[in-house]
């Protein structure tokens, strides 16, 4: 919910040197680290590394690659005959790994993939996909562009699988699930008393019981991967909803940001015995996890959202068509920004996610909103797209967008008049006589959608991309489809 992108823009790395492979090098070596870890992203977003030791990292290293992997052994990569490939470390993302000392230190990088062989650019690699968004805004006259992701997560004393983890998976005999918090209304607490469903925002200690565990997170966050901070809090739900901003930055390195982040809050709480997670909506009856997207583009100096003469949101034309392609292909979207069967348990009215199709100011029921906090200040103005959850993987998720908005501009996309009502609050008719729609109702009213609208990612997501990622969704969504759910045992026991 914070102003994300407020402040100058600029790099949140730490300063930069002039040899940067030089730089990481050397801090290796008077740090006296044994290990490096290098990091990269699978299709669906999660983390996956392998250690090296740190005598065998050289500059060769850093311009030739690492080849350390076994690409058909990760999901939506390559095939048997076809898997040898190669981890690509980016010096300027190098951190300290403050939880390893006892293994005799670890330097992280997150890296890209290159093809075994030829040494080429992976297709499918996620964080390619934004290195080639970044090339496609530039060629489209933007030098730069400047992302803000809001980070929600949930962390809770404990999630108990009921009867068994093989139940759960199977469902042969049952299944259920049991969550822990000190918050939690429905369960005794420590005498400070509980957060009731929907009060949880900003909630102040004794009430917020994880002030003390963000800060560590967000101190972890900056002094081992120098990150800056922007705010961290409380969120609306009850038992351990929370939220982490960080300072905006360009398209790769937000990304990169991001799942240092969801890193180290795992981490974190795995320390302090409590499990943190990012699936969008683990509670019912509260609100989920989004992850809100603040997204600029600048000619040079210059914020191109920015009009001061505008009067109802200081936005320029072309900040309206990239809203308009936004809202153009915000169905198709959801596929990739909503990438789970339990995105659409978060995609109801009810519980501030957006459900609707539609663009404002400042208004939280439509899901592209124009923040206005403050007026004349070209360095903050930028458009919110709200629908993003926080299971989406982070690369394709801007890459998306940034087509989306892109492709709005090419076609000088209309958005419509904007909509400054409580959208949940209108009736059908009158949605329907504003021009509003609905974003899908499941992964698989999604995963259509994409499919028949696929063009305006063809600038960086190659065909075969979309098709992996649409055959391995499908899979998911009907594995859950096979599933009776606990529910309907209570709605249909006594048909």
Known sequence: MAGAMAGEPGAAQPEERTDPVAAALSAIREQDLRWVELFYTDLIGGLNHVHVPAGTVGPESFEEGIPKLDGSSVPGFRRIYESDMILKPDPRTLATIPWAAAQGGTARFLCDILEGGSRLPYPHDPRGVARRTEEVLRDSGFDRSFWGPEIEFFVFDRVRLLPSADAVRDAWGGAGYALESAEAPWQENDGHGSIRFKEGYQRASPADALEGLRSEICNVLS???????????????????????????????????????????????????????????????????????????????????????????????????????????????????????????????????????????????????????????????????????????????????????????????????????????????????????????????????????????????????????VEMKREEQLQLNLRPHPYEFYRYLDV
């Open 223 to 469: 002094d081992a991967f120098h990150l800056r901070l922007d705010a961290h809090h409380h969120e609306v739900a009850t038992a351990g909803q929370c939220e982490i901003n960080i300072r905006f930055d360009e398209l790769v390195p937000a990304a990169d940001h991001v799942q240092d982040v969801r890193h180290v809050i795992r981490n974190v709480a795995r320390q302090h015995g409590k499990v943190a997670t990012f699936m969008p909506k683990p509670l019912y009856g509260d609100n989920g996890l989004g992850m809100h997207m603040n997204q600029s583009l600048w000619r040079g100096p210059e914020n191109a959202f920015f009009d001061p003469d505008d009067a109802y949101a200081e936005i320029s034309q072309l900040c309206r068509y990239y809203v308009g392609g936004l809202l153009a292909h915000a169905r198709a979207l959801c596929a990739i920004t909503n990438p789970t069967t339990n995105s659409y348990r978060r995609l109801v009215p009810g519980y501030e996610a957006p459900v609707f199709i539609a663009w404002s100011r400042a208004n939280r029921s439509a899901n592209v909103r124009i923040p206005v906090y403050h007026r004349g200040h070209p360095e903050t103005k930028r458009l919110e797209y709200r629908t993003p959850d926080s299971a989406a993987n982070i690369y394709l998720t801007e890459s998306a967008l940034a087509m989306a908005g892109l492709d709005g501009i090419r076609r000088k996309l209309d958005p419509g008049d904007p909509v400054d009502e409580d959208i949940f609050k209108l009736p059908g008719r009158r949605r329907r006589e504003l021009g509003i729609g609905e974003l899908p109702g499941s992964l698989g009213e999604a995963l259509e959608e994409l499919t028949s609208d696929p063009g305006f990612l063809s600038p960086v997501f190659p065909s075969s991309l979309l098709e992996t990622y």
